[in-house]
């Protein structure tokens, strides 16, 4: 994840350009990422390339999950876990169940994504493809922490952590520190939440990587709005918006939303902040075992006092 890629030089062929598309595919400028991988997919076709097709229609997918359009992440998805299937390439495969997955899990039915999850992680295991099984047994410690099965949620995260130092899979590393920190602050356990999330910024920041980064700032603003400290939260999330905007991650974009709602609400402003409630909502709807926070700050702004 360089902070300034090299832009290549010359025609690049369709297999070069996915390449490339792939790479950049969790960050950047979404809109304009995603018209060169729909060119690519087309190149692909006119080709008769099928698995070019499957593996342009993944990326897409992550993309199109990232700005929020469920519909067509879940179409590319499933034709590219489709052809991945029909050309025996199992690595293809095991990346879009993971993209299906977390799908899934956008729509709440956890039974759907813990099967696919593990079915990801099996084949991953079998294949030996260690970045892939990190990235599964995190997405397996998400789904415990929104069932609040803390416990198993940590032994997830704290196994990913393990495997992913031991493959110096460093960007696995992070995004199990970053689960641990999240289901830390569930918990109530805010110092180390913050231990885990401040060294997940500093590693974001000097990777460059700004879709991670704003979803470990808003966590960090959250820690502060349990604390009480209304101002290092409102920062928090002011910087987290930022970042999601910037990136085109309409998920993100509602997340920092919501928790500029929660400092608002210390700051006693329940007419923005329940504004600001309503704004995330109308972005993306959330799930009941995701509401958690929202609960939280709408009793407030309701003067029950909830914490």
């Known amino acids: 994840m360089p902070v300034d890629p090299v832009e290549p030089s010359g025609d690049l062929s369709p297999d070069e350009r996915w390449l490339l598309e792939y790479a950049r595919s969790d960050g ?34 992550w993309e199109s999950l990232r700005l929020g359009q469920l519909e067509a992440a879940r179409r590319e998805g499933e034709e590219g ?10 690595w293809g495969e095991s990346r879009v169940l993971q993209l299906l997955g977390v799908l899934a899990e956008v729509d709440g039915d956890y039974d759907r ?62 995004h199990a520190r970053v689960g641990l920190g999240a289901s830390a602050r569930r918990q109530g356990r805010l110092d180390a939440a913050e231990e885990h999330l401040r060294a997940a910024e500093e590693a ?38 930022a ?22 609400s210390l700051k006693g402003n329940a007419g923005e902040a329940a504004r600001l409630l309503d704004e995330a909502s109308a972005i993306r709807p959330l799930p009941p075992a995701e509401r958690a926070d929202v609960e939280r700050i709408a009793a407030r702004i309701a003067g029950r006092g909830v914490r």
């Open 204 to 241: 974001h920041r000097a990777d460059g990587y700004r879709s991670g980064l704003a979803y470990v700032l808003a966590e960090l603003g959250f820690v502060a709005e349990l604390r009480g400290d209304a101002a290092q939260a409102r920062a928090r999330h002011e910087e987290s918006l």
């Open 28 to 61: 950047g400028d979404l809109p304009a990422a995603i018209g060169l991988v729909k060119g690519t997919l087309q190149d692909f076709r006119r080709l008769g390339d099928r698995w070019g097709a499957a593996a342009a229609l993944t990326v897409l997918g």
């Open 81 to 90: 876990l489709a052809i991945f299937r029909e050309v025996g390439d199992r």
């Open 243 to 264: 970042l999601a905007r910037d990136t085109g991650d309409r998920r993100a974009v509602a997340l920092a939303t919501e928790g500029l709602a929660g400092a608002a």
């Open 113 to 174: 994504t813990g099967r696919l999850h593990r079915a990801g992680l099996a084949s991953a295991e079998e294949l030996e493809l260690w970045p892939v099984v990190v990235e599964e047994i995190s997405q397996l410690g998400r789904i415990a922490t929104l069932a609040r099965d803390h416990g198993r949620a940590d032994a997830h995260y704290e196994r990913a952590l393990r495997v992913a130092r031991e493959r110096s899979f460093h960007h696995g590393a992070v």
